[in-house]
């Protein structure tokens, strides 16, 4: 109850004034009617449409929402234009900064318990980092409110609760998680087309719907491990199989390890939103990952976005360690 308190006056406080800033800067483009309650993007922003290919390699993109221009990188894996959304990244002008477009790029792991951890590093890295995992320990600590929250905190969230279940079940979880504000939500491919169908279909009508992501083979499986499931492939063709089963069902962002990102490239081409873990920048510790990437790395070879955890949520200075790694992604932006 008291630490209930605690975390609603922090929330008080922090949702009052980010969002203070952020309408201010929705309004010199848009009416308040006109823009999310929460990300103060429009309500009725149509998506724009991708370049083709061959205007990669030169041409800037114009941004209908941030008015961002984005200089793309020569390969074709870019950040589809409708993802920056966030009021934090309205509030710099980005033009073509390469820190401002890397900062478009990088999604911060809150890893923690319980809520007001999580808060004490959304305040921590405030205007370094704009977007926010929630995974499953998380929500199932702290509730769907801390989505809600730092999304009322102006940053952007991705959702990461891995929804795995019958077709209507998923449909419905996917509709609720919507609802909260989450830019980017999390489902298993290995559910397959029905269950993928379903949960595209039950977010169709939505104004700013979250992107759904399909998560492949976990970065934990080996081959042993997908072999006990009854799975004979191995771990590189099973992603590739459920990716393109993916796509078959509507779905153009997928999950997976800086080891698959250049294939996925390659099957979703420009359109895919793909987002990748095991992200290791100079010097630090590997952890549990495997198959890891520096950020450079990663971008150059086909990552839209890049999730980074204890890199950042354990050092002795978060903020410090975010900021280069924003200055390693700038290398290849
Ligand atoms: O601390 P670290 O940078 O390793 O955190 C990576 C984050 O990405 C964790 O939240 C982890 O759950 C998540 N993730 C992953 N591999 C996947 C999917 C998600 O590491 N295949």
Redesign the pocket.
Same mark, same amino acid.
């Given at each position: 109850m008291i630490v209930r308190s605690l975390f609603e006056n922090v929330l008080k406080r922090r949702s009052c004034s980010a969002r203070t800033v952020g309408n201010r800067l929705g309004e010199q483009l848009y009416s308040p009617q006109q823009l999310h309650p929460f990300t103060n993007s429009p309500r009725n922003q149509a998506p724009a449409p991708f370049p083709s290919r061959h205007q990669f390699d030169s041409q800037p993109v114009h941004n209908p929402i941030s008015s961002f221009n984005l200089r793309l990188p020569h390969y074709d894996g870019y950040m589809p234009p409708e993802h920056t959304v966030s009021s934090k990244d309205n509030s710099t002008s980005a033009g073509t900064d390469p820190i401002a477009l890397a900062r478009q790029r990088l999604i911060v792991?809150l890893?923690v318990p319980d809520a007001p951890s999580a808060i004490r590093l959304v305040d921590t890295l405030q205007g370094t980092c704009s977007w926010f995992?929630v995974?499953l320990e998380l929500y199932i600590a702290a509730g769907p409110s801390i989505v809600e929250n730092i999304v009322a905190s102006g940053h952007n969230v991705f959702l990461?609760l891995k929804l795995h279940d019958i077709p209507n079940t998923v449909a419905g979880a996917v509709r609720s998680a919507a609802k909260l504000g989450a830019r980017m939500l999390t489902l298993h491919a290995s559910g397959g087309p029905v269950m993928l169908s379903a949960a595209k279909d039950s977010i169709a009508g939505l104004t700013n719907p979250p992107e759904l992501l399909a $998560?492949t083979v976990?970065?934990?499986m080996d081959a042993g491990q997908l072999h006990a499931t009854g799975v004979g492939r191995l771990p590189s063709s099973q992603v590739e199989l459920l990716a393109k089963m993916g796509m078959e069902a509507g779905i153009r962002g997928f999950?997976?390890?800086p080891k698959e990102v250049a294939t996925l490239r390659s099957l979703t081409g420009p359109e895919g939103v793909l987002v990748i873990?095991?992200?290791r920048p100079a010097g630090s510790a590997i952890?549990?990952?495997k198959r890891i990437a520096g950020p450079a790395e990663a971008l150059r070879l086909g990552a839209s976005y890049l $999730?980074?955890?204890?890199?950042i949520?354990q050092a002795p200075n978060p903020a410090e360690a975010a900021a280069a790694i924003l200055e390693e992604m700038s290398e290849a932006l």
């Open positions: 792991a890893d995992k995974g990461d $998560v976990l970065t934990s999950v997976c390890s873990p095991g992200i952890g549990d990952q $999730v980074v955890g204890r890199p949520t």
